[in-house]
């Protein structure tokens, strides 16, 4: 099964006047942190709402010329057992590019067989250099593999 994994991060930005100028920094820092690798990562303004009343608020909390801006970094990723895995992967994936940026996973959307309008590229896949549980095996194609793990699988 194919799933669609939307996940929310807190970036930090420095020397920023207002709000929109944080969350163009932090679009822009994020997109360097994950390009050319993970291209396929969508990258989009974080939703926030008062706990207290529901009123929505800017992405961006600013103080002292210091940003924290949510973003939300939604991909697809194909051939999971499970939602969790689905999630693991692309917390995984995510996370080894945006060093210290803490992450949380928003949602998780199964997607149907012939439902992948979300992304149009075909080159996405699930990656092979994720170290699944037990009972999740990843299945890879020698081409998929990275040079450092075919030594690995070798042995």
């Known amino acids: 099964m194919d799933c669609r994994v939307v996940v929310e991060a807190a970036v930090p930005v420095y020397d920023v006047g207002n709000a929109d100028e944080a969350v163009r920094i932090a679009i822009s820092k994020t997109g360097e942190m994950l390009n050319p690798d ?7 303004m974080g939703e926030r709402a ?3 009343c529901g009123e929505s608020l800017d992405p961006a909390f ?3 010329d210091e940003s924290l801006v949510a973003l939300e970094l939604e991909m697809t990723v194909f051939n999971v057992e499970r939602e969790k895995h689905a999630s ?3 917390r995984k994936e995510i996370g080894q590019r945006l060093e210290n940026i803490p992450l949380e996973v928003l949602e998780i959307e199964v997607l149907e067989a012939g ?6 590229s075909d080159d996405e896949e699930e990656p092979a250099d994720v170290e699944p ?4 095996q990843v ?12 030594e690995l699988i070798d042995e």
């Not at 993970?38 to 989009?44: F, G, R, S, T, W």
């Not at 549980?133 to 999740?136: T, V």
């Not at 299945?139 to 075919?150: I, R």
């Open 88 to 90: 693991r992967i692309a």
């Open 115 to 120: 439902d992948e309008s979300a992304d149009d």
């Open 50 to 52: 008062c706990p207290h």
């Open 139 to 150: 299945v890879t194609e020698g081409d998929d593999v990275l040079p450092e793990f075919e």
């Open 62 to 64: 600013i103080a002292a």
């Open 38 to 44: 993970l291209n396929y990562v969508e990258i989009e």
């Open 133 to 136: 549980d037990e009972e999740e």
